[in-house]
């Protein structure tokens, strides 16, 4: 039985579970319409000219709400936008009319070399500064708001002069920004940094959250012999990260929320599974309404 329709939450997606759409997962959604609030696709990898990719977005757009979700704009980079990726990416915009676009706070380019990774960025006056206009920039272009997500970090900078959640909420307050929060980032950084999980949420904007992300993680040793998480995607939510959410929900009420799984991608019911489990803590967190 299909749930209940509820509102729109400021991303425009309903506030249920989505998944990541993987190719190989394209036969099982198209055969069985699982009930599914919304598909998120990294938008990289359909800024092609048309094709399989293209026709099967298409097709599955045409029952769920889009996610555009993007991982090349680097946000953090020292060097003025890409305008050729964003010409790109407002034109996979207009294409597809998703329901929502957002990017890292981290960047990934170097000159005109393209780095595979998400790197972190110092909080500082000066990053503040060029992050602000780098999204005021990307948000003119696009002609749309942007949702920026928090990092997962290993490390801190010296010259840092804000924590995560202070620089975060700066670059909101200055840009009108939106926020995504991914909760599993939260806990890699609250354990990698010795911080507390629960106090880095309290003190995080959430008015402007309109998506979160949950992921599993993997965790190592590193070599003073302290826990060090890496966001791997690659395994299940862990217990840890459905509490932190838990918590979130407590304080938000339901929002948009994508299970991330992009290495060792496992079975389309697998991830299915964890998006059931999402969306049942979803409608735990909904408003109780008396009958009319």
């Not at 759409?21 to 092609?48: R, S």
């Not at 094709?51 to 097709?59: E, N, T, V, Y």
């Not at 708001?145 to 202070?166: C, Q, R, W």
């Not at 994508?258 to 991830?271: A, G, M, R």
Request: aromatic fraction near 6%.
């Amino acid at each position: 039985m299909s749930c209940a329709p509820r509102p729109s939450s400021p991303t425009g997606l309903p506030p249920r579970a989505g998944v990541g759409f993987k190719p190989q997962h394209f036969v099982d959604i198209t055969t069985t319409w699982p009930d599914l609030g919304f598909l998120e696709v990294h938008a990289e990898n359909y800024m092609g000219a048309g094709g399989p990719p293209h026709r099967h977005l298409k097709r599955l757009t045409e029952r769920y709400a889009l996610s555009l979700h993007g991982v090349g704009l680097s946000i953090g980079g020292e060097a003025p936008l890409d305008e050729e990726h964003l010409t790109r990416l407002k034109a996979l915009i207009d294409r597809t009319q998703p329901a929502s676009f957002s990017e890292h706070l981290a960047w990934s380019t170097h000159g005109e070399t393209y780095l595979n990774d998400l790197l972190p960025i110092a909080y500082d006056a000066p990053t503040l500064q060029r992050v602000c206009d780098h999204i005021d920039r990307a948000q003119e272009r696009l002609n749309r708001t942007i949702f920026l997500e928090n990092p997962s970090t290993y490390l801190g900078f010296a010259k840092s002069t804000m924590d995560d959640v202070d620089f975060i909420a700066a670059i909101a307050a200055r840009t009108g920004c939106g926020l995504l929060l991914d909760v599993n980032n939260v806990e890699v950084t609250a354990v990698n940094h010795g911080l507390d999980p629960i106090d880095y949420l309290n003190r995080f904007p959430l008015q402007k959250v309109g998506e979160i992300h949950l992921a599993g993680h993997a965790e190592d040793r590193d070599a003073a012999g302290d826990r060090l998480l890496i966001d791997a995607h690659d395994r299940p939510v862990s217990s840890d990260v459905w509490a932190l959410y838990r918590h979130v929900l407590s304080l938000t009420g339901p929002l948009p929320t994508l299970i991330e799984w992009d290495n060792d991608v496992p079975p389309f019911d697998v991830l299915l599974a964890e998006a059931m489990a999402a969306d049942a803590l979803l409608t735990a967190a909904a408003p109780v309404r008396s009958a009319a």
